[in-house]
């Protein structure tokens, strides 16, 4: 097989690659939506920390509130009670431009549907958030390679993304989260679109990343098995958190 049908993380370029993970801390936290009648409460005072370095999977079936619960750690949202707290910060408390330059600095998205430009090229959507942060094209460039060397993709920075299959697909999407040295990664869902033998080579890419760079891994999934490779998980049903777990970290 070639490294691009059996992907690893390529451990000498992280290496070089800094990581400022952060510790996050849920307080009592409540999301509601509607009011009266139509109130709906989709988490009810959840608490829980989630130290620096660690493989943490949500898990819950559709509807449970486990796609909630990642929005309001990810900054994305805002909880109608309680407080979310990243290293010591109550996001709650922080403006609109402290609370998007904590987000574009800690932490990295992969999502299930991709959000790829397909007519754009690969480096072209892997080096989109240095663009809009006003990183140079010279400092980006080299950046972008650099990230896709680490997922063994760099021989496909010039493809357009609609030219890869759906593992390059995802694999570009975590090279793109990596870009920003994030110490958190938040992903959602990762393998849903993938078949089993090309999604546990993804998951090998994430938990290789966590494993060798100490990045935050925090899994969104009602996948049994994906969860079980997490250090921890937490099992949300109806917006409470009904069972905490060790994994088997893989």
């Given at each position: 097989?070639?490294?691009?049908?059996?992907?690893?993380?390529?451990?000498?370029?992280?290496?070089?690659?800094?990581?400022?993970?952060?510790?996050?801390?849920?307080?009592e936290?409540?999301k509601?939506?509607?009011?009266?009648?139509?109130?709906?409460?989709?988490?009810?005072?959840?608490?829980?920390?989630?130290?620096?370095?660690e493989?943490?999977?949500?898990?819950?079936?559709?509807?449970?509130?486990?796609?909630?619960?990642?929005?309001?750690?990810?900054?994305?949202?805002k909880?109608?009670?309680?407080?979310?707290?990243?290293?010591?910060?109550?996001?709650?408390?922080?403006?609109?431009?402290?609370l998007?330059?904590?987000?574009n600095?800690?932490?990295?998205?992969?999502?299930?549907?991709?959000?790829?430009?397909?007519?754009?090229?690969?480096?072209?959507?892997?080096i989109l958030?240095?663009?809009?942060?006003?990183?140079?094209?010279?400092?980006?460039?080299?950046?972008?390679?650099?990230?896709?060397?680490?997922?063994?993709?760099?021989?496909?920075?010039?493809?357009?993304?609609?030219?890869?299959?759906?593992?390059?697909?995802?694999?570009?999407?975590?090279?793109?989260?990596?870009?920003?040295?994030?110490?958190?990664?938040?992903?959602?869902?990762?393998?849903?679109?993938?078949?089993?033998?090309?999604?546990?080579?993804?998951?090998?890419?994430?938990?290789?990343?966590?494993?060798?760079?100490?990045?935050?891994?925090?899994?969104?999934?009602?996948?049994?098995?994906?969860?079980?490779?997490?250090?921890?998980?937490?099992?949300?049903?109806?917006?409470?958190?009904?069972?905490?777990?060790?994994?088997?970290?893989?």
């Open positions: 097989m070639t490294c691009n049908d059996n992907p690893t993380v390529n451990e000498r370029t992280l290496a070089n690659m800094p990581t400022d993970t952060k510790t996050i801390a849920v307080q936290v409540t509601t939506y509607g009011k009266g009648d139509s109130l709906f409460t989709a988490l009810d005072n959840v608490s829980f920390d989630i130290r620096p370095g493989s943490v999977a949500i898990v819950g079936k559709s509807g449970s509130g486990k796609s909630t619960l990642m929005h309001l750690l990810a900054l994305m949202d909880p109608t009670k309680g407080s979310v707290i990243i290293d010591g910060q109550a996001a709650g408390k922080l403006s609109a431009k402290k998007n330059l904590l987000r600095r800690t932490f990295g998205f992969v999502f299930q549907q991709f959000f790829l430009n397909g007519n754009a090229s690969v480096l072209e959507n892997v958030p240095l663009k809009i942060a006003g990183v140079s094209s010279r400092v980006r460039k080299a950046k972008g390679m650099e990230v896709l060397k680490a997922v063994e993709l760099d021989d496909k920075a010039r493809n357009k993304a609609n030219d890869l299959s759906g593992g390059q697909k995802q694999r570009a999407v975590i090279a793109r989260a990596l870009i920003n040295d994030p110490g958190i990664i938040f992903a959602d869902e990762p393998t849903g679109n993938l078949d089993s033998v090309t999604g546990r080579k993804v998951e090998d890419i994430l938990f290789g990343l966590n494993k060798t760079k100490g990045i935050t891994l925090i899994i969104v999934t009602h996948d049994a098995d994906l969860a079980a490779r997490c250090s921890r998980q937490i099992h949300i049903q109806d917006g409470q958190i009904v069972k905490t777990a060790t994994g088997r970290r893989i």
